[in-house]
Structures are given as structure tokens and as C-alpha cells.
């Protein structure tokens, strides 16, 4: 069946360097690629997303690249800060219906 | 305020007694959807709706029911719970143009633990 996996499941990084978190998917159709954040005791919150006409996309110190040859799609943060600590999914659509199927989740801590 | 809320945000039962969580939102969203979030599962989709008096399952359904009789309300219904139902529960919603999967807006999340 569709499947996203992504790693690394946890990741610590000092405070300003840089984190990358990476997706891959098994349904060629999906078409939309969107990130979402939790934080702690709350619901995920779209970070950035991108749609499969796009190769890149970057929102000040996120950028998400997609590989739909290779089926692979990454988030990264640059400069990071403590407040980006959180868990972040990755997710993609499933053909044409437009449910997502998500990631297990990255922990990402960033130690000041 | 545009939002999606749950209730309850907390509840500790016992099996086989049969519960309702809540979900609503305000921003006219034909797509809702249900997950539920376990340590080291991620995500899962238990059952979502495209429009009012259409629904479907998602990937872990069992156990569960679901209604969608007015555009605002997706309530998750458990007849006979059971411990392994024990987990964080999220409601969601969104717009769903054809072939366009929009932003999912996620509500607080509804712990909930069966004894």
C-alpha cells in the first residue's frame, strides 16, 4: 500500500547550524507535499508545503526540495533556533482523492 | 478566530463504555478527518469525510464510527472501547478543491486513555 517513510526519527543539532529531515513516498501520483510542526500538547501546524510542479520551495529559514523521480522530498531549516524544537511530519497526498498519508514524525531538538 | 475544537481534551474510561469526542470547526471545510498519534506510529488516519453524509475509512478504522450530518461536525464515536484505543486523537480540516489537497487545520488533540 502508499507508504511515506522518513528519518531521521530524532535529531539534535546546536543552536544555529543547520537541520535536514528527508521523506520518501511510494504513490506516483501523489502531487502535494506538505510539512507540519507539533509542538508540545499541541496539534500540527503547516510549516511550508509544496506541489509536484515545483522542484523548490523556501519560506525565510525553511526550504522543502522534491525529487518526484526519485520520490524523495526534504525539509530544511537553516540558523537554527530553540524555538524550533519541536516534532515535524512530512506527508504526502494520495492520487487524486487528496488524503494524506503522513510520516512517523522527527523529534527535532536544538540545544542552545 | 478560525479554529477546530475538540471535546473533551482529557477523558480516562473503562472498556466497553461506549463515548462521542467532538470535533467542529468554523471555516466552512467540506474535507474533516480523524487521526490518532502513538509513540513511534506517527499519524494515522482512523476515518475522514469529503462533504455532509459522506464519509470513508482511513487506515486504522477499526472500532471506530463516524457521522457527518451537518458541514460544521465530524464526531469520532468508540461503541465499546477498548485499551488499545488508548492514544491522542486529532481532528482535522480543510478545504478540498478538486484534485487541490489544501492546508489541514488541526485541532488541540483529545487524549484519551481506556482502562
Known amino acids: 500500500g502508499e507508504n511515506v517513510e522518513q528519518h531521521p526519527s530524532t535529531l539534535s543539532v546546536q543552536e544555529g547550524d543547520s537541520a535536514v529531515i528527508k521523506c520518501t513516498y511510494s504513490?506516483?501520483?501523489?502531487?502535494?507535499f506538505p510539512w507540519y510542526k507539533q509542538e508540545l500538547g499541541k496539534g500540527p501546524q503547516l510549516i511550508i508545503d509544496?506541489?509536484?510542479?515545483?522542484g523548490e520551495k523556501k519560506d525565510q529559514r525553511i526550504a522543502v526540495t522534491l525529487n518526484k523521480t526519485a520520490k524523495h522530498f526534504s525539509l530544511h531549516i537553516t540558523e537554527t533556533q530553540p524555538e524550533d524544537s519541536a516534532v515535524y511530519f512530512c506527508?504526502?497526498?494520495?492520487?487524486?482523492?487528496?488524503?494524506?498519508?503522513f510520516g512517523k514524525g522527527t523529534k527535532l531538538s536544538v540545544k542552545p | 478566530e478560525a479554529q477546530v475544537t475538540q471535546n473533551p481534551r482529557y477523558l480516562i474510561t473503562v472498556t466497553g463504555k461506549k463515548l462521542t469526542v467532538t470535533c467542529s470547526q468554523n471555516?466552512?471545510?467540506?474535507?474533516m478527518s480523524w487521526y490518532r498519534q502513538d509513540p513511534g506510529l506517527g499519524l494515522r488516519q482512523i476515518y475522514y469525510?469529503?462533504?455532509?453524509?459522506?464519509?470513508d475509512k482511513g487506515d486504522v478504522p477499526e472500532g471506530y464510527k463516524v457521522s457527518r450530518k451537518e458541514k460544521r461536525n465530524f464526531p469520532l464515536i468508540l461503541e465499546s472501547p477498548s485499551p488499545n484505543q488508548t492514544s491522542l486523537y486529532f481532528c482535522?480540516?480543510?478545504?478540498?478543491?478538486?484534485?487541490?489537497?489544501?492546508?489541514?487545520?488541526f485541532g488541540e488533540g483529545s487524549r484519551l486513555t481506556v482502562l
Open positions: 482535522a480540516s480543510s478545504l478540498l478543491t478538486v484534485r487541490k489537497t489544501g492546508e489541514l487545520f
Open positions: 504513490d506516483s501520483a501523489s502531487n502535494y
Open positions: 509544496i506541489r509536484s510542479n515545483v
Open positions: 506527508a504526502a497526498s494520495r492520487g487524486s482523492q487528496g488524503n494524506l498519508i
Open positions: 471555516m466552512n471545510h467540506e474535507y
Open positions: 469525510s469529503m462533504n455532509v453524509e459522506v464519509t
